[in-house]
Each structure stands twice: as structure tokens, then as C-alpha cells.
């Protein structure tokens, strides 16, 4: 289905001008991932770091609008309905790009909560630890997107998977420390937020394996399937 889609954002100009505008909008989330991360891990308070977050993501917000409107104006002129699915899809993935920036967003605004640095232990360097492996992995989408790369994204779903499991495990964690509430309350958000950024890169990542129709609610046992097949 991807190989498809990517086909016919070069074929036709309309679409490949969508095609541009979805790849801008994951590089403004991933841009605003990385940033996200920097506010939330820093010593103090970053106002001036979190305002250009808050600028990225209204740039992103513009971009999907603008999709949205071009897809459906497409589907309402367009004589070749062999493109309508990949629609489809497109809208489907700039949705979960969409969402990417708004939990980067939110990641930003955590540590009002917490304006002091986090405690160097051992959970906030497993915080640490997944933040980094998240960005990493979202690092490779492009690539993975573009080349359509079946087994490399069957690889980072599968470290994505992980990830979330490792951020659910992290709030187990601060619930049974002794952290004072505002620090309890900022990681347990960060964590959070956290893994809904890996669960919506995981939904990008499995439109490269996984058929139109199983995109949106994120099949585990089909993924799983797939993932066997390998």
C-alpha cells in the first residue's frame, strides 16, 4: 500500500505537492520531539525553548489543514478514483502526525509542574534512556517511509512496542518511590506523553506492513502476524 501511495504522489502534481507538505509536518514533529525533550530533561525552566515548540506546532496544525482540504478537494474533482485509498491513508498518517506535535506539546508544559531539575537517579535515566531510543527511532521514519522498508520498520515497531511497555513500567516505578508530588507528578506526565509519542510513531511505521484498513486502531494481532512472518 505504501509503495502505492508513494507512486502516485510523484505521478500526479496535487498529490505529490500533499506528499511534500506530509513530509514537512514530520519533520516539524520530529523537530519538536527533540526540542520537547530538551525543556522537559533541562536544569530550569526554558519559557523562550517552549515558545518556539508552541510555534512549531501551529505551523504543523496549518499544514495538516491544508492537506485535509487538498484531499478532499482531490477526491471531489479527481476522474481517477484508483487514488481514493491512498487519500485515505494520507489522512490517516497526517492525523497521527498531527497528534506527534500536540504530545511533544504537552511534553513541554510538564515541567511547570516540576520548575526545578529532575532527580539524578535511576528512574529519570530510564527516562532518559527512552527518550533518546524514541528519538532515534522517529529519526528513521523518513527514511523507512520513503524506501518503503518492510523490514527495518518491522524492527522498530518491535523496539517501539518495548518502548511503550518501559514507560508503563516507569510509572509502576514512581508510584512506589518516595518522590515528592510535584516530582511523582512530572515523570509520571512525562512517561505518558512519552508513550503516546512512540504509539503514534508506531501507527506511521505500520502503514509500511499493515493494510489500509487495520491502520487506525493499530491491530496487535495482525501486526504480531506480520511480524512472525518475518
Known amino acids: 500500500m505504501l509503495k502505492e501511495l508513494l507512486s502516485i504522489f510523484r505521478a500526479g502534481e496535487p498529490l505529490a505537492e500533499m506528499g511534500e507538505k506530509f513530509s514537512k509536518m514530520l519533520g516539524l514533529t520530529y523537530d519538536m520531539t527533540i526540542v520537547a525533550g530538551e525543556v522537559y530533561f533541562s536544569e530550569s525552566l526554558q519559557a523562550d525553548t517552549r515558545t518556539a515548540v508552541y510555534k512549531t506546532d501551529v505551523k504543523v496544525n496549518k499544514l495538516e489543514r491544508k492537506i485535509r482540504k487538498q484531499v478532499i478537494a482531490h477526491l471531489s474533482l479527481a476522474s481517477d478514483r484508483a487514488s481514493v485509498p491512498y487519500c485515505l491513508l494520507l489522512m490517516s498518517l497526517v492525523k497521527d502526525v498531527e497528534r506527534i506535535g500536540d504530545y511533544a506539546k504537552n511534553l513541554s508544559e510538564v515541567r511547570d509542574y516540576h520548575p526545578s531539575a529532575l532527580p539524578d537517579d535511576q528512574i529519570v535515566h530510564e527516562m532518559r534512556e527512552i527518550r533518546t531510543e524514541i528519538e532515534n527511532g522517529f529519526a528513521e521514519i523518513a527514511s523507512v517511509f520513503e524506501t518503503s522498508d518492510h523490514e527495518r520498520a518491522v524492527e522498530l515497531i518491535r523496539e ?7 514507560c508503563d513500567a516507569v510509572v509502576g516505578r514512581v508510584a512506589r518511590s518516595d518522590y515528592s508530588a510535584s516530582t511523582a507528578t512530572c515523570i509520571v506526565m512525562g512517561a505518558r506523553f512519552y508513550k503516546r509519542i512512540a504509539a503514534h510513531v508506531l501507527n506511521v511505521l505500520s502503514s ?5 484498513h487495520k491502520l487506525d486502531y493499530y491491530d496487535e494481532k495482525r501486526l504480531a502476524e506480520v511480524m512472525e512472518e518475518d
Open 160 to 166: 517501539g512496542r518495548d518502548l511503550t511497555r518501559r
Open 208 to 212: 509500511v506492513v499493515m493494510p489500509l
